[in-house]
């Protein structure tokens, strides 16, 4: 039985803000999180077209420290994989 | 009498704006239909008399979190005249979605344009007058925090309030905000704080930020002591002087038990409590200045790797540490928190944070006990002693509590408190302290007398009183580790108030000052007196604290969870440590 191409299996290729180096800047293309984070994320300026800046990143696994426009925020590693980046 | 909301995202500087127009008389109050209190205030606009309401920080009405929830049911149930919209100018791009909901309320709204003194600096400007025109609803620029532009809201509030003014024409969708503040404002492409960015490299540093906050705390309580000591010890001697050379001249020919009554009973319990004011006051000052100048939200980048291995995150650590001035406002703060998981383990480990209430209890039996040089160290052990059991209750209870919320947290910039607002927040809890203590530790000294000195004819404190039976009941539970019958009943009646505990000890000793300091240490040792603070550390901080628990959970079983099982873990610890330190003493 053939299988359908995994949605998974071509997002692995894609960036997402998790993998952007402290002092990069990219910009976001889509938010895969549920729609309750969507609205919290895009009320803190995370939503598709916006430039983010990663400004460091804390110790130990910690959260990212971001800046998109004048808003600057905190973000756990897990959630910045749910945020894909334009190539 | 009409009604005014204050409404607006998190750190657009609500309370700052509400305690501006309202000074220092606002009321905590309760709303039909709503779960939680709201503060509210009365405040004159031109000649008519309105109520302000300040409504919780909100990202979205349409979202699900308890504050929303509390936000969209007050705007459907209470009817409101004005909604003031407060927004953060630096940042308004991602305020719009939030400024077009607002306008779709059917209520009027009044646009505020809050922290223009940062906007300025970073070079944004805002055509106020024509953005009013294009959105047709009213927009004040001010900075809340430095009164600047203050005087333009109560005449635009009034002239909301009075005039009924048409609905707007247009229709008002996101593309129509949204080109308006593009039209209006001006954003410099490179907008950044430099004083933030210089501080955020040394205090954020992944090696040396760790180390820079645990210093700036130990800095903390290190000052509250040092500042705190000497004023609270001038204070006891007013009162000391207060009673031998005015009250009891005064009060020679009053019957005894009168005398006993006044002076024993109602002037030693609360001189004692209120001789540690100014302690209060200072710990409050400290506490707030670390908090407005934005270091918390620091506070929870750095400790937020730690915090997740505990199955918390970094919110939850700078409740806790909210939760070192009082565990009250630190329980109600965890609102934010949207896992209700990680809601309620938070809830579980805030009762563990010293609070000020504690560290009174503390400040006395380690003045008592210890040197001056051992002091801070041992006051440190205890707030040490605090985040372990606090870590050590999220570690067992994290898999029944889970944490499925996403981190996500808004960094402000470094800001300066102003000397106005660091005043305000000292009288505030002062007066919060007042009205604690004129419910729950009058009734609770005077309480303390009563059954220390009935039934009648029993010597004063002995262990034929009421008390000295409760005591002696209690003494086979509580004797294993250390605490003699006279501290028993000073632990049950702290589980009223931890601020009725030395009061009480100055009730049942019947002494107060020095005095009672010196017979406090002729009848124990430090083994001792380390166990108990121990047991007051850790056991239930106050009925305040399980009633805000009850309220914010409604949950009878995760209530009584937050009683008891704080209960076993106080007896434990306190009796591994008398047994062994007593067991090494001897040896």
Redesign the interface.
Known sequence: MPYAPLPTANTANLRTLEGLHVGETARISALH?EA??H????????RPGNWVRV??S??????M?L??????????R??ARSIALAP | MKRVALLGMPNTGKSTLFNRLTGAHAKVGNWPGLTVELLSAKLLVGDQMVQLVDLPGIYDMHGFSDDEKVVTTFLTTQTTDLLVVLLNTSQLDRQLNFVQQMMQQDIPVLLVMNMVDEAQKLGIHVDAKSLSEQLGVPVCLLSAKYGQGMEQLLPAMRQVLTVTSPTPSFTVDASHVERALEQCTSVPSQASHALTESLDRVLLHPWFGLPIFFAVMLLVFQGVFTIGKPLQDATAWVFTEGRTLLLEPLMATWPTVVQGFLLDGLYNGLSTVASFVPLIILFFIFMGIVEDTGYLSRAAYLMDALMSRFGLDGRSFVMLLMGFGCNVPALMGTRVIRSKGLRYLTMLVIPFSLCSARMQVFVFFIAALFTATQAPWVLLSLYVMSLVMAMATSVLFKNRYVNNDAFILEMPPYRFPTLRQILLRGWQEVRHFLQRASRFIVIGVLLVWVLTNFPMAVSAGSMDSWAGQMGQFMSPILSPLGISAELTIALIFGFVAKEIVIGSLAVIYRQEGQMLVSTITSHINWIQAYSFMLFVLIYTPCVSTIATIRNETKSLWFTTLSVVWPLCVAWCVSFIFYETATYFVRA
């Open positions: 999180v309750d984070l609205k919290r994320f895009a009320a803190l300026g995370l400004l460091r804390a110790s130990l696994g910690g959260p420290h800046r998109i426009g004048t808003t600057e925020l905190i973000l756990r897990h959630e």
